[in-house]
T-cell receptor, first 113, second 111 residues
Framework: DAGITQSPRHKVTETGTPVTLRCHQTENHRYMYWYRQDPGHGLRLIHYSYGVKDTDKGEVSDGYSVSRSKTEDFLLTLESATSSQTSVYFC????????????FGAGTRLSVL | EDKVVQSPLSLVVHEGDTVTLNCSYEVTNFRSLLWYKQEKKAPTFLFMLTSSGIEKKSGRLSSILDKKELFSILNITATQTGDSAVYLCAVEAGNFNKFYFGSGTKLNVKP
């Protein structure tokens, strides 16, 4: 998985609780991304980072926040989880530049009851 | 609005058949188009295309990009059951290394 570790791999939580998902990379890539994947929607970008402390919103950012205090770690937080946030979450990294290929972590399956 | 559209949404074929998957896009400041294969786990990279008319090939899979007509195709010849997966098309566009994904084509290859 190109040196990308997501944790936890599975989580079940209750509505209204905060949840933090972690993405850790060992590739020293500049760009990191959080996506969610739902049936019929492909991969939708939640937030991305283009450097330490540099982040921006994607197309489905409402209800999510992110932080990147180190190159290798990108955290996704659901401040107050809702059932609509039940999904599979993928972290991705890319190096930037001319041959900019995205590589994906194994995913986190989150269920909000 | 940037968008990527894949067709068909799903496809059922038999082993040995040849399939063609389509990806069209409308984005600002196109940089590249990527194809991924996703089985029941993370997407894995297949091809990156940046120039029109240059075929990328890997075994039975090949892909080509048409930047004038804004589409790409992914061909799989002599399909095998192991080709069963969702195939995702992504376009890198804009100024901040963002990727836009289509909803995928689900391929089912029957023995």
């Amino acid at each position: 998985d190109a040196g990308i570790t997501q944790s936890p791999r599975h989580k079940v939580t209750e509505t209204g609780t905060p949840v933090t998902l972690r993405c850790h990379q060992t590739e020293n890539h500049r760009y990191m991304y959080w996506y969610r994947q739902d049936p019929g929607h492909g991969l939708r970008l939640i937030h991305y980072s283009y450097g330490v402390k540099d982040t921006d919103k994607g197309e489905v950012s409402d209800g999510y926040s992110v932080s990147r205090s180190k190159t290798e770690d990108f955290l996704l937080t659901l401040e107050s989880a809702t059932s609509s946030q039940t999904s599979v979450y993928f972290c991705a990294i890319s190096q930037g530049g001319y041959q900019n290929i995205q590589y994906f972590g194994a995913g986190t399956r989150l269920s909000v009851l | 609005e940037d968008k990527v559209v894949q067709s068909p949404l799903s496809l059922v074929v038999h082993e040995g058949d040849t399939v063609t998957l389509n990806c069209s896009y409308e984005v600002t400041n196109f940089r590249s188009l990527l194809w991924y294969k996703q089985e029941k786990k993370a997407p894995t990279f297949l091809f990156m295309l940046t120039s029109s008319g240059i075929e990328k090939k890997s075994g039975r899979l090949s892909s080509i990009l048409d930047k004038k007509e804004l589409f790409s195709i992914l061909n799989i010849t002599a399909t095998q059951t192991g080709d069963s997966a969702v195939y995702l098309c992504a376009v890198e566009a804009g100024n901040f290394n963002k990727f836009y994904f289509g909803s995928g084509t689900k391929l089912n290859v029957k023995p």
